[in-house]
């Protein structure tokens, strides 16, 4: 069974940057697509990024490109966001998510790890 633990988050600076993780464990991953995407309070889960496990080939939304990376190291089964220049709407709880490559739907979740931006 997969299982996802997310780690990183915390309050930063309007402009600031974070990088999260999310430990992946339970099975290899070479089929799998794995994301990121997050909440803030009353509204609803956003899309953040995803990647390709094998290959790693990336998509991101576009409110999120250029200011957020996603990565992974295949070694450490380990899934990465960089996100840089913060901005207080950023503030969410970040969820990390697996699905099989040939899945629409994501069915597997961290428990979320809190970013806070302040301004």
């Known amino acids: 069974q997969v299982q996802l633990a997310e780690s990183g988050g915390g309050l930063v600076q309007a402009g600031g940057s974070l990088r999260l993780s999310c430990a992946a464990s339970?099975?290899?991953?070479?089929?799998?697509?794995v994301g990121w995407f997050r909440q803030a309070p009353g509204k609803e889960r956003e899309f953040v990024a995803r990647?390709?496990?094998?290959?790693?080939?990336?998509y991101y939304a576009n409110s999120m490109k250029g200011r957020f990376t996603i990565s992974r190291d295949v070694a450490k089964n380990t899934l990465y966001l960089q996100m840089n220049s913060l901005k207080p709407e950023d503030t969410a709880v970040y969820y990390c998510?697996?699905?099989?490559?040939?899945?629409?739907?994501?069915?597997?979740w961290g428990q979320g790890t809190q970013v806070t931006v302040s301004s």
């Open positions: 998510a697996a699905r099989l490559d040939s899945a629409r739907e994501y069915d597997c």
């Open positions: 990647i390709r496990w094998s290959g790693g080939t990336t």
């Open positions: 339970g099975r290899t991953f070479n089929t799998y697509t």
